[in-house]
């Protein structure tokens, strides 16, 4: 085997090859192996092929069997830091787990610095923290605390981008929080290659793993994005890491979402609010009044349902336009859920509710800019999409949530309890739902129509 070898690193999945193709043999990305030269000692993938003899020394030693697994993991759940705003210790699934590395995506100008360094002043009333930014100056870092508010604590701030620096400061501080921002400005002096190239990338990302498991500190980074809103890196920084958070906005808008798209320490998918102003990133303790339009009037094609998104019910306002086609095959637009979906339920309102769409447009929008994937939007669509072709307008103090079968029946979904709680927290009194849904006992103050069939739920709705 040659002493020096020559890889080539894809910057997509990270995978290597030994020779220069147009496309990654493992991804089949098209242009992104860079060459990658790797000394004797650096030949980390090709030394782990050759055949090494399972002697005594090189086995794994066991650290826990059977019914000591429980002991050794014991106490491991309990240390978990709060981060001070009640909807991020949410997405984290209860507060970040110490030892745990964090990596925050999210588009530029989105919050990312803002809400780690809110974080980590927070945290710094109590904790010793460690802010290493690679981006901004000292001067402009501190300008920003000082507009928000921020009394600064016990919190250390570098700018600096060296991350064995930035590592041994937070060893000699022993601090319990430690924020890189960004993980694309770091290097390694052992990496003889750029900042946010793949291998800086990986071997910093997986210095910051390996610290992190052997000091005890939470680490959160900061990942930059790709244009099409990924982790700027090879995909594996995110099996690296422990948690990946990512912080979304609809365009324009002040509100974030917060989403754990991994999270070996608590549930994906949860989502967290937030609303930036101008001293900062605020929580969002009621979400559900975010996507409700705020039409005073009752307008035809508006329908207000309980989802269940991140973990959480939300009142979603669902609106329907329905228009005479004026040429061609009728159009099917759908925003915010599946088309296809939409396609199906027009066909089952014309087959089992003789309320025929064939010659007409039809737009469907969920507000706000979410996306729904659940079958509970089946019911609001069919009643907003009913609305809007009768012109007839649903009260504002109606909710609905509930799938619908090809027969047309009405068919129960999963959190009906919640979901009704919700809606009662949030003012609403009449509610259509599928029959299986229903309470046994009609809360107070409530008019519940439980309903079995699609013709049912027009008449409870319109009758
Ligand atoms: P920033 O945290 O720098 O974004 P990122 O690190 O994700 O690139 O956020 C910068 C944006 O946030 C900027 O466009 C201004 C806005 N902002 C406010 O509206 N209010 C504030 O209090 C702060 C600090 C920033
Ligand atoms: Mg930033």
């Known amino acids: 085997m040659a002493k020096n070898q020559t890889l080539y690193v894809c910057s997509a999945c990270g995978g290597e090859s030994l020779k220069w193709q147009g496309q990654c043999p493992h991804c089949q990305e098209w242009n992104t192996l860079s060459r990658l030269s790797i000394g004797a000692a650096g030949a980390g993938p090709l030394t782990a092929l050759s055949t090494r003899a399972a002697s005594a020394e090189n086995a794994p030693v066991v650290a826990a069997e059977g019914d000591s697994l429980a002991a050794a993991g014991s106490g491991f759940s309990a240390r978990r830091l709060m981060l001070g705003m009640g909807e991020l210790d949410r ?6 787990v110490a030892g745990s590395v964090t990596l925050l995506g999210g588009e530029p100008g989105i919050g990312k610095s803002t809400l780690l360094l809110q974080v980590a002043a927070g945290l710094a009333a109590e904790h010793a923290v460690v802010y290493a930014s690679g981006e901004e100056s000292v001067p402009q870092i501190a300008a920003r605390a000082t507009r928000l508010g921020l009394v600064a604590g016990k919190l250390v701030l570098v700018c600096e981008s060296s991350l064995d620096a930035i590592l041994s400061l937070a060893a000699e501080r022993s601090a319990a929080v430690l924020v890189i921002d960004s993980i694309q400005t770091m290097t390694l002096a052992a990496i003889d290659s750029s900042a946010g190239s793949v291998a800086q990338l990986r071997d910093a990302t997986a210095a910051l793993v390996r610290f992190a498991k052997a000091s005890g500190m ?20 995110e099996h690296l890491v422990d948690t990946v958070l990512y912080f979304e906005s609809d365009a324009g808008s002040r509100f974030r979402l917060l989403r754990a798209t991994k999270n070996r320490f608590g549930p994906v998918n949860e989502l967290g609010f937030f609303a930036m102003t101008g001293t900062g990133l605020k929580e969002v303790r009621n979400p559900s009044a975010i996507f409700l339009s705020r039409n005073p009037e009752p307008a035809p094609g508006s329908v207000v349902m309980v989802a269940r998104e991140g973990g959480r019910p939300l009142l979603v306002e ?17 925003q915010g859920l599946d088309a296809n979906r939409v396609s199906m339920l027009l066909a089952v309102l014309n087959r089992h509710a003789a309320v025929p769409f064939g010659d007409q447009d039809v737009f469907v929008n969920i507000v706000g800019g979410l996306h729904l994937t659940e079958t509970a939007t089946d019911l609001p669509v069919a009643l907003a999409l009913v609305g809007s072709l009768r012109g007839r307008a649903l009260p504002p103090t109606l909710v609905s949530f509930g799938e619908i079968g090809l027969t047309g029946e009405i068919r129960p979904v999963v959190h009906g309890e919640e979901r009704l709680r919700e809606l009662q927290k949030q003012g609403y009194q009449r509610v259509i739902l599928p029959a299986d849904n229903a309470p046994r006992a009609t809360p107070e103050g409530m008019q519940i129509a439980a309903v079995r069939t699609l013709r049912e739920a027009l008449d409870a709705a319109f009758g």
Do not use: C, E, N, Y
């Open 91 to 96: 997405v984290f699934g209860g507060g970040v």
């Open 218 to 237: 939470a680490v959160l980074i900061v990942g930059h994005v790709t244009k099409d809103g990924a982790i700027a890196g090879p995909k594996m920084l």
């Open 318 to 334: 669902v609106q329907a336009l329905v228009d005479h086609s004026a040429f061609g095959a009728p159009r099917r637009v759908a």
